[in-house]
């Protein structure tokens, strides 16, 4: 397969296709329509099926729907929009079916803009709807990255039957990069779990109602269990100049870009910084920081959000390093200068204080 | 007259009815499952079941069951039939669920004409939470919400949301039925009949009204609820076909 120059937008519904995705039900909203509208030509093309739905909510119910009888489904939005998604996602988690929800992020709160933030951290890596309940969370950083972890979303999603969220923001989705595609997955899994009429067999019914107060509880163990194994097996994590680093900078997605530039700035005036990139969201690689934290005493933070990833840092690090953010909420992209600077200064202070 | 006893076979057997006594469910409930069996769609069928007091109803139905989330069931349908053509697939809904919830769901599913059916039990409240005000309440009607009665200057009127799907191009078949009595009875299976027939057919979304009685939260006794639905609710449903563009679709 050639190189080819493509958004990302459009690389995750290529992506989707070549994983075997055979649905996508969506909403317009920006900035990620052009996948929408990707899918609408080339899905359909390649014999899947394409709807655009009345709202958020009535898509990611298509999606719970398709995935009960087996499909590779995806939908895909932005903030607002995933607000109302987390109806569905809720009962996704409930009914232990897979599928993968796309965020574009955007400003918030309410409809904010359409400028690139990271304000959704919480509600994508908290569970976002009702119950008790997580949600894999995959935070790409580059266009060739959003191919990648598109597909390995959709192994996740059905290797643990569970909704798998991407989580990227309008700049992620606008931006053009080269991109090698992976081939066209041959063998989807075998969905024995899936709804498929009874046949001459029994018959099975799907159902997120759980009057039992104890078989409830038992069903929340079990999904916990299997978070449990998630935790073990999936996290991800990028380690960037950290050889030598004195000051760990933590960053996903477009800040970890940006962070990237801002440490190759701080490097040429001779401070030691190296960046830890979280790949997944949840689980978060809190045992890379805490191992980490081993021999650097000094974390930065940096998001495009008043402070939420933070609060999993602190919690990985729970007091063995000092850890201070830097952000930029509501749209405005940080630029590496700007972040250079702001590690100067922290690193100013650290050398004061000795 | 031959009155054999013949127990549907998508029916489950030895199980105790969560309904009430005298509720209108057990018999829309048995109707479409004699006809899954008479249309020979049972083995390949997926019901999806609201929220409501359907929401059980996978302990009677014994075919493939989905519950959806409240109001989401022709969303929920769609996804499957979009992603499945080969199955038949259907959405049981109650008022609330499927005029007021699911509004917009109900709206578009039928717009796009979606490859499914729908039966709708309209019986005129909520019945699961305990009797409050639904958009098909009838006007004067007493509900726990509506405690002097349906007043339309403050709660506005009985929303028929069937007719207004019945107008789309792409709605091919849709009846307002009532099971009160034995001749309503077989009207409604027959209603039930030409809906599913339509999927089967390939010809396009069908949904069957059915009134249903509520004794429990109409505060009535099980005679008094049916009549109610003879005297009262057909006064503001009327019963009948609301469209049937078979004909020309085939």
Known sequence: ?354 | MNLKNKWPKYYKKDVVTHYCPGCGHGIAHRIVAEVLEELDVGDRAICVNPAGCAVLAYRYFDIDMLESAHGRGTAMATGIKRARPDLFVFSYQGDGDLSAIGTAETIHSANRGEHISVIFINNAVYGMTGGQMAPTTLVGQKTTTSPSGRNPDYEGYPLHITDVVASFPGVVYAERVAVDTPAGIRKTKKAVTNAFRCQIDGIGYSIVEILSPCPTNWKMNTIESYKWVTEEMTKEFPLGVLTDKREKKK
């Not at chain 1, 655009?52 to 719970?64: L, R």
């Not at chain 1, 709807?129 to 950083?141: E, I, N």
């Open chain 1, 1 to 354: 397969m050639n190189k080819i120059f493509i958004s990302g937008n459009h690389t995750f519904g290529e992506a989707a296709i070549r994983a075997g995705c055979k649905c996508y039900f969506g909403y317009p909203i920006t900035p990620q329509n052009e996948l929408g509208e990707y899918m609408a030509d080339r899905l359909r093309k390649s014999g899947g099926i394409f709807v655009q739905s009345e709202s958020e909510t009535a898509a990611i119910n298509m999606v719970v729907g398709a995935s009960a009888a087996g499909a590779r489904v995806m939908t895909s939005s932005s903030s607002p929009g995933i607000s109302l998604k987390q109806e569905g996602i809720s009962f996704l988690a409930g009914f232990e079916l897979p599928a993968v929800i796309i965020n574009v992020m955007r400003g918030g709160p309410g409809l904010g803009n359409i400028a690139p933030a990271q304000g959704d951290y919480f509600q994508a890596t908290r569970g976002g709807g009702h119950g008790d309940y997580r949600t894999p969370v995959l935070a790409p950083a580059s266009v060739q990255e959003i191919a990648d972890l598109t597909i390995v979303a959709f192994e996740i999603a059905d290797k643990y039957r569970t909704p798998v969220m991407l989580i990227s923001d309008g700049m992620m989705g606008q931006m053009k990069e080269p991109v090698i595609f992976p081939e066209h997955v041959k063998d989807l899994p075998q969905k024995e779990w899936a709804l498929s009429g009874r046949g001459k067999g029994k018959s099975r019914y799907l159902a997120s109602l759980i009057l039992d107060p104890l078989e409830m509880e038992r069903h929340n163990w079990k999904l916990v269990r299997k978070y449990k194994e998630i935790e073990k097996n999936e996290v991800r994590h990028e380690e960037y100049m950290m050889e030598d680093a004195e000051i760990a900078v933590i960053a996903y997605g477009t800040t970890a870009r940006i962070a990237k530039g801002a440490i190759k700035r701080v490097r040429s005036e001779g401070i030691k910084a190296g960046l830890i990139r979280p790949i997944t969201l949840w689980p978060f690689p809190s045992r890379a920081l805490k191992d980490i934290s081993e021999r650097i005493k000094k974390f930065i933070v940096f998001e495009m959000s008043t402070g939420q990833m933070l609060e999993d840092v602190q919690l990985a690090l729970a007091g063995k390093a000092s850890v201070s953010f830097h952000g930029r909420p509501g749209g405005v992209i940080p630029t590496p200068a700007e972040f250079a600077r702001y590690i100067y200064r922290e690193n100013q202070k650290e050398n004061k204080c000795l």
